[in-house]
C-alpha cells in the first residue's frame, strides 16, 4: 500500500466526504473510496460494515459540523431578547439549509436520501436541534418575555411547524417568492403563542 | 366503436380513475384508459393534451371530492366553540390524509407525484383549504374568542405550520408512535398564539 498514515475513522470519512463530493452520492462506490485512500476495499469494510453505514455516517458528521455546532453558538448567547435570539436560530437554519443546496449540492443529496433511510440517524440530529431551541425557550421563560410553560414540548413544536422551511422534501419550494412571507406568517403565530 | 355513450371529460375521468387504481399510476398509459373506454387513443387526446394532464386533472378532482368537500362541511358550521372546531378541521384532513395513504393507496401515490409536478394545481388547492381554515379563524375573532388579527395570514400559518401532519412527503412518519404527541405540541402552541 502506498499510504503509510494509519487509517483512521476521521481519515476515511474525510476521503469519503471528498469522493462523494466529487462523484455525487449516487455514483459513488466504497471501491471509489478504497482507490482515493490507496486501500483495499476489506480495509474500509473492517471500519464500515456497508455503504450505507459510509454514507450515513458522512453524513451524520456533515449534520453536525455543518449545522448543529454553527446554530449551538446562537442558542448559547445569555443576553438580549430570547425572542430575537429565537428568530436568528431559525433564520440561520433555514439559510443554511438553502446555502447547503445550492453550494454543497451533493452532500445535501446525500442528506436527503439519509433523511428517508435513517430514521434513527436523523431523529437524533433532530432531537439535538430541539435541546438548542428548548435553551432559548426556557431563557425566555426565566426573563419573563415567553410564557411560563414546558419549554421542551414547545421548543419541538417550533422545530416541527418550522418544517416546511427547514426539510429537505422542501428544497424546490426555498426559491419560492413566497416562501419568506410564509415563514414571517409562521414565525408570528408562533411567537404569539410564546408571548 | 362498442361504446355508443357521448364521451364526456366527467366520463373519461371516471374511467381513468377506475384503470389508474387497478395498475397504478406508473403502470397506467393513455392507451389502458382509451381501451377500457373502448375508443382510440386520438379521441382521448382531443380532451386532454397529455397523459400529465390527464393525471393532473384526475388528481384535481380527487382532491376536491375526497378532501376539499367533506372539510368544507366543517368549515361552514356556525356555532360552537371556533378552538374546537379548528381542531376538528385539521384533525379530519390528517385522518383523510392517512387514510388514503393506506386505503387508496393508488390515487395517494398519484397525488404524491403530482404535489412535486404540479405546482400550480396544488398552490390552488391549499389556497381553497386556506379560505376554509380563515373562515373559522374569522369567526373565532368576531366571537372574541380568538384575538384580532389578519385571519388570512394566520389561516396560512396554520396550515403550513402543520405541514408534517397532512404533506404527503411524511406519509412513512404518519405510522410513528410520537405522530399524535407531535401534533399536539404544535397545536398547543398554534392556539396559545390565536387566543
Not at 3 to 22: C, H, S
Request: glycine fraction near 4%; charged fraction near 25%; charge should be negative.
Amino acid at each position: 500500500m502506498a499510504n503509510e498514515t494509519p487509517l483512521t475513522k476521521e481519515a476515511i470519512l474525510d476521503a469519503a466526504e471528498q469522493v462523494l463530493r466529487r462523484y455525487g452520492p449516487d455514483k459513488t462506490s466504497v471501491t471509489d473510496i478504497a482507490k482515493f485512500l490507496q486501500v483495499s476495499h476489506g480495509t474500509l469494510y473492517r471500519h464500515f460494515a456497508s455503504k450505507a453505514a459510509l454514507r450515513e455516517t458522512v453524513t451524520e458528521r456533515w449534520l453536525d459540523k455543518c449545522v448543529s455546532e454553527p446554530l449551538e453558538g446562537i442558542a448559547a448567547a445569555t443576553d438580549g431578547s430570547a425572542a430575537v435570539q429565537l428568530r436568528s436560530w431559525l433564520e440561520a437554519l433555514i439559510q443554511k439549509k438553502r446555502l447547503y443546496a445550492l453550494e454543497d449540492a451533493e452532500m445535501f443529496a446525500m442528506y436527503s436520501a439519509v433523511t428517508l433511510e435513517a430514521v434513527d440517524l436523523i431523529a437524533a440530529h433532530i432531537d439535538h436541534l430541539v435541546k438548542q431551541i428548548a435553551v432559548i425557550v426556557e431563557r425566555g421563560m426565566h426573563s419573563g418575555e415567553f410564557k411560563p410553560g414546558e419549554a421542551d414540548a414547545m421548543a419541538r413544536a417550533i422545530f416541527l411547524a418550522t418544517t416546511k422551511f427547514h426539510h429537505p422534501a422542501f428544497v424546490r419550494e426555498w426559491s419560492s417568492k413566497d416562501i419568506d412571507q410564509d415563514f414571517d406568517a409562521v414565525w408570528s403565530l408562533l411567537l404569539a403563542g410564546l408571548q
